[in-house]
């Protein structure tokens, strides 16, 4: 999947739309992080849990830290009722899988309970073994976190 929007960067689409035509040549790990960012959207977020190996790792680059795939889940769903007042819809564009790694460059949007939207975008990477999501990085535009998180997520 490629494709640029001159005017906005990458050009994105929901990951229910992406998930809902992957090809038959997309790999396992491929359709299983789509699946991981479109469950995210429909705000179900104990099945995105289960998409990931508790113990793996995940990599923040705002806070540069890594942290276990579990303390993510509980950090993320935290932000929701405090932060966000509702789902953070994923957006996916671009998605390369080699090997055991799949690289999506993504995009994310959510209410905000004090009003106005977070939105920021992304290039994750992540490392997926036994069907589950294993590793993941996130790189996200580390400014636009800032403006809207006074303390990084997890340290509040």
């Given amino acids: 999947m490629t494709g640029k929007n001159e005017e906005n960067g990458p050009a994105l689409r929901s990951a229910e739309a992406v998930l809902a035509v992957l090809g038959a040549d997309a790999g396992s790990a491929t359709r299983l992080v789509v699946e991981w960012f479109a469950v995210l959207s429909q705000g179900h977020t104990d099945d995105a849990w289960a998409l990931m190996e508790p113990d793996g790792q995940y990599f923040l680059l705002r806070q540069r830290k890594t942290i276990t795939n579990k303390e993510f ?29 799949v690289a999506v460059i993504a995009g994310s949007r959510a209410p905000l309970v004090a009003g106005g939207v977070y939105e920021n975008l992304y290039h994750f990477l992540f490392r997926v073994k036994d069907g589950l999501i294993q590793e993941g990085y ?5 400014l636009r976190s800032s403006q809207f998180f006074s303390t990084p997520p997890g340290e509040n």
């Fill in 73 to 101: 889940g509980e950090i993320y769903s935290g932000l929701f009722g405090t932060i966000f007042a509702g789902p953070m819809a994923w957006s996916v564009g671009s998605i390369t899988e080699q090997d055991d790694r």
């Fill in 138 to 142: 996130e790189f996200a535009d580390t």
